[in-house]
């Protein structure tokens, strides 16, 4: 199983509104991650997980809080977000700790804020 | 700093060969990615180099220069399937810390 899949696909969600974004992989990965990409712009890393700790943020802010429950789970939890926060969000994972760091990727949450 | 260049754009022919260049500066370095990402989609791997030189699998080829921090991709016997944006990324100090550049959107002609 070579698959990370995330949760919802599309999401819309008011400027008040809480929700949370899953992510899944059965690969053994033991490092997961955080990317936010807006149209036709690269992935932007929000943040990382190796070995359940977030190892790192980079500035992202205090309305994205993440958490990884177990070494197969990584959830984006949302709060009070922006229109400018409306983007792709990507989840991806990879071995951790090894010399070859690919990474493999969800299809993301198309996240929309109105 | 990181700084990752490569063209915005680029068009080739069908069954045609395309080089797309990349040029990077990181703090550290741990290797260069290339992933390809149609559009709406999630970026998938296509190659990994850390040492100089050519690696080829299939129609994809990846070379990498570290003293030069220069890598290129490139693709033989070009079909349609192949437009799509090609992410450029270099691995950084921290173990998992990967900067994108900002994508080579190719378009492939027939």
């Known amino acids: 199983d070579t698959e990370v899949t995330q949760t919802p696909k599309h999401l819309v969600m008011g400027m008040t509104n809480k929700k949370s974004l899953k992510c899944e992989q059965h690969?053994?990965?033991?490092?997961m991650y955080w990317y936010k990409q807006k149209a036709k712009k690269p992935p932007e890393l929000m943040f990382v997980?190796?070995?359940?700790?977030?190892?790192i943020n980079e500035s992202v802010p205090s309305r994205f809080s993440p958490e990884c429950p177990n070494s197969s789970l990584l959830n984006l939890h949302l709060h009070a977000l922006q229109p400018e926060d409306s983007a792709l969000y990507l989840c991806?994972?990879?071995?951790?700790?090894?010399?070859?760091?690919?990474?493999?990727f969800g299809p993301g949450t198309r996240l929309t804020v109105t | 700093g990181q700084n990752i260049d490569q063209p915005t754009e680029m068009t080739a022919t069908e069954g045609a060969i395309v080089q797309i260049n990349c040029t990077y500066q990181t703090s550290g370095f741990n290797g260069l990615f290339w992933y390809q990402q149609h559009a709406g989609e999630a970026p998938t791997f296509l190659s990994y180099n850390v040492l100089d030189g050519l690696e080829e699998k299939g129609r994809f080829s990846s070379f990498l220069s570290r003293s030069k921090g220069y890598s290129y991709l490139l693709l033989k016997e070009l079909q349609m399937k192949d437009s799509a944006s090609y992410l450029c990324a270099a691995l950084g100090t921290g173990a998992n810390n990967l900067f994108f550049g900002t994508g080579t959107r190719l378009t492939v002609i027939p």
């Open positions: 997980y190796s070995y359940e700790k977030l190892s």
């Open positions: 690969m053994g990965h033991r490092a």
């Open positions: 991806a994972s990879s071995q951790a700790g090894r010399v070859r760091y690919e990474q493999y």
